[in-house]
């Protein structure tokens, strides 16, 4: 990731990162850890993204989504569908590699109202050339395992690019951003 990389120069809305007892985090991990505080709240755009590998996986209960064309759509696709999204707290436990934070997030799902509040252990794992490698948001400190739930992880994958219109450059980002703002 480029020293010049700042919470300013991506845009990042959350920037204050909020700390455990003793645990220190470089101004480089800073940007990282509000950049995913921001797509976790549903704000997502592409400088947000281009702090990730293009080969990055998002791993969660309900997908496993690798490579930019997938996670991208997973970050564009939560405020298509839940509106508002509030983090209600977070905490970073651990400054290494991955960087461990603890969320708690409240979605309403968008027209019905009904809400739910999720708690995770977020875990983000950062590649040799500064950038998002991995980002597992664990429900609970828990990803599913065993063939059927894998199956479908990988089917939610593969769907939801499907559906989800991921911008394909600055003028269309800022065009998405501005509905997201107003509401519609």
Same mark, same amino acid.
């Given at each position: 990731m480029p /020293?010049? @990389? +700042?919470?300013e120069s991506i845009g990042i809305k959350n920037t204050r990162v909020n700390t455990a007892p003793g645990v220190n985090l470089s101004s480089d991990q800073r940007v990282l850890v509000g950049s995913v505080l921001d797509l976790f709240a549903g704000n997502p755009t592409l400088k947000h993204l281009s702090l990730w590998s293009q080969d990055a996986t998002f791993a969660d209960p309900l997908t496993v989504a690798s490579g930019y064309k997938r996670f991208a759509a997973q970050w564009y696709?939560?405020?298509?569908l839940f509106n508002p999204i509030q983090i209600q707290s977070h /905490?970073? @436990? +651990?400054a290494g590699n991955p960087i461990e934070m603890e969320l708690s997030n409240k979605y309403s799902l968008k027209g019905v109202g009904t809400t739910q509040t999720i708690n995770s252990v977020v875990r983000i794992e950062v590649g040799q050339d500064g950038k998002i490698g991995r980002v597992e948001d664990r429900w609970n400190d828990k990803l599913p395992e065993g063939v059927i739930s894998e199956a479908f992880r990988q089917l939610n994958a593969r769907t939801v690019p499907v559906f989800v219109t991921v911008p394909k450059n600055e003028e269309e980002d800022t065009k998405l951003q501005k509905s997201r703002e107003g509401g519609s």
């Open positions: /020293s010049t @990389t +700042s919470f696709g939560l405020p298509a /905490s970073v @436990t +651990s």
